[in-house]
């Protein structure tokens, strides 16, 4: 019993030295800033996630780059087949 109240009376310590300590606004300003931080660092956000993505090229293919347009074209087709064996 005695190593309950210990923890709860840290607890309420604790507590009550943050409430103070928020008290003051500039102490708010850093406690938000870091806890904003923390958040990106953990969770990012989507802005941030689509730098990271490797897209030089996205869109519609230069008509030129023969490649491109060959997967475009089997990509375009890959679906049609599907659709028409499903049928059938």
Do not use: C
């Amino acid at each position: 019993m005695k190593r309950v109240l210990s923890m709860g009376s840290l607890l309420a310590v604790g507590v009550g030295a943050s409430a103070v300590w928020l008290s003051n606004k500039p102490n708010r300003i850093k406690a938000e800033t870091f806890l904003r931080d923390l958040k990106r660092k953990v969770i990012p956000t989507v802005y941030e996630k689509s730098e990271k993505l490797p897209i030089e090229k996205g869109g519609h293919p230069h008509p030129h780059d023969v490649e491109d347009n060959k997967m475009v074209d089997e990509g375009a087709m890959y679906s049609v087949k599907f659709y028409n064996e499903k049928m059938q």
